[in-house]
């Protein structure tokens, strides 16, 4: 059951999903389901590192868009900056 949980988390990229089973302890019957399950976990591992290189990449862009937009928007000025 762990094992196509994990499957089907994967594929999806159900970061919420992963979580779950990680936290859920394992209980193994042969030495091919802790094999397989070591596998899975080595995968969900690269998965949440490249979701986490992706979400910094975009923020880092959305940053610089905010640094860009506020450098070409008008300065207002207000009327204590005014001079008569």
Do not use: C, G
Not at 7 to 35: G, N, S, Y
Not at 44 to 71: C, G, H, P, V, Y
């Amino acid at each position: 059951m762990w094992h196509k949980e994990m499957q089907i988390a994967l594929v999806e990229k159900d970061t919420d999903k992963l979580a779950e089973l990680i936290q859920r302890p394992l209980e193994f019957e042969t030495l091919e389901e802790m094999q397989s399950a070591q596998y899975l976990l080595a995968e969900a591992a690269k998965l949440l590192r490249r979701l986490q290189n992706e979400t910094s990449t975009t923020m880092k862009k959305i940053k610089q868009n905010i640094d860009f937009l506020s450098a070409t928007q008008d300065k207002s000025t207000s009327k204590l900056d005014k001079r008569f």
